[in-house]
């Protein structure tokens, strides 16, 4: 497993995207790399989407995403342990992936998961997939991270 910690996307940055990318009650979110577990319970809380996951490989932020979990009726929060490349996609409509730091090693393989999971029907990453082709190229949307500002490559 290839792995690199640094980094999160700031809060009004993730509300400014999903206003430019709209999620509705059909959509599930899944942010690949969750970290701390922040932006999946942003977007679960401030979106409508029926369900969010977080996909993360390090156990201790896994342990600090679960802390304290959010709780809607009908609705689901889940925060999975594990490397997202073992991990079956399937269902996800708009995936999100804080990837400032993944180099080829990585962004390849998962371009090709990102092929084969055909419910995802956006893709949100802060580094261009070349292996990606499922999809098309949209735009790119300014963020601000913790680090920089960054932009973020919007596939549909
Ligand atoms: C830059 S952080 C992003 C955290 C959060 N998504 C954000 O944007 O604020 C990237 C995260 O991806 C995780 N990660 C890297 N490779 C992974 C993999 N193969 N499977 C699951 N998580 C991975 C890292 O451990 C790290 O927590």
């Known amino acids: 497993m290839i792995t690199n910690t640094q980094g999160e996307i700031l809060a009004p940055s993730i509300e400014k995207l999903f206003k430019k990318v709209p999620l509705s009650a059909q959509d599930i979110f899944v942010d690949l790399g969750s970290g701390r577990g922040q932006i ?6 401030q979106t409508e989407v029926k369900e969010a996951w977080g996909i993360e490989c390090l156990e201790l932020l896994h342990l600090e995403a679960i802390k ?9 929060l889940n925060f999975i342990l594990g490397d997202f ?11 999100l992936i804080n990837s400032a730091c993944f180099g080829p090693k990585l962004l390849n393989p998962l371009g090709e998961r990102l092929n084969q999971t055909t419910s995802i029907k956006t893709v949100c990453t802060l580094r261009p997939i070349l292996t ?4 098309q190229f949209i735009k790119t949307i ?5 680090w920089d500002s960054a932009l973020c490559y919007i596939y549909q």
Do not use: H, I
Request: include cysteine; charged fraction near 25%.
């Open 85 to 95: 490349l073992n991990y079956s996609l399937m269902g996800a409509t708009v995936a």
């Open 132 to 135: 990606l082709t499922r999809l």
């Open 68 to 76: 304290e979990l959010p709780v809607s009726e009908g609705r689901r």
């Open 40 to 45: 999946t319970k942003q977007v679960f809380l």
């Open 142 to 146: 300014r963020v601000e991270c913790s």
